[in-house]
C-alpha cells in the first residue's frame, strides 16, 4: 500500500550537482526516519544521508559531508538529496527508504524497512 517513488537521477559530470526526490504514497513521512543509500554495480549498498522528519535533524556518511545535503518538505509529502561537486565515485543507483519504528543505526540498510526502487546517478570524469 505504501510507496516510496524515487526521481531526479541522470548523467552529469563531475563537479555538477543533481536534487533526487523521494515521495511516498498513502502515507506522510511525520513519523519516519528518511534515508538515502547508494549501491554500486557489485558492491553492497551503502548509507549516504538520514534526516528525521519531526526534527529535521541529519547525519552523512563522510564521504558525501560537505557536498550533499538532505532535506523535507512537508507540504509536499518529500525528502530530497541536494548533491553537489558530484565525483565519479557517487556512481550509483540510489534509494530512498523510511525506518518507520525510529529504531537501530542511522548508516545500517536493516534499519530500514521501506524502500524506493532506485533512480541512477552516473557521474562521468
Known amino acids: 500500500q505504501v510507496q516510496l517513488e524515487e526521481s531526479g537521477g541522470g548523467l552529469v559530470q563531475a563537479g555538477g550537482s543533481l536534487r533526487l526526490s523521494c515521495a511516498a504514497s498513502?502515507?506522510?513521512?511525520?513519523?519516519?526516519?528518511m534515508g538515502w543509500f547508494h549501491q554500486a554495480p557489485g558492491k553492497e549498498r551503502e548509507f549516504v544521508a538520514v534526516?528525521?522528519?519531526?526534527?529535521?535533524?541529519?547525519f552523512y556518511a563522510d564521504s558525501v559531508k560537505g557536498r550533499f545535503t538532505i532535506s523535507r518538505d512537508n507540504a509536499k509529502n518529500m525528502v530530497y538529496l541536494q548533491m553537489n561537486s558530484l565525483k565519479p565515485e557517487d556512481t550509483a543507483v540510489y534509494y530512498c527508504?523510511?525506518?518507520?519504528?525510529?529504531?537501530?543505526?542511522?548508516?545500517?540498510?536493516?534499519?530500514?524497512?521501506?524502500w524506493g526502487q532506485g533512480t541512477q546517478v552516473t557521474v562521468s570524469s
Open positions: 527508504a523510511a525506518d518507520r519504528d525510529f529504531s537501530g543505526p542511522t548508516y545500517s540498510k536493516s534499519t530500514y524497512d521501506l
Open positions: 498513502g502515507r506522510t513521512f511525520s513519523r519516519y526516519r
Open positions: 534526516i528525521a522528519w519531526r526534527t529535521g535533524n541529519t
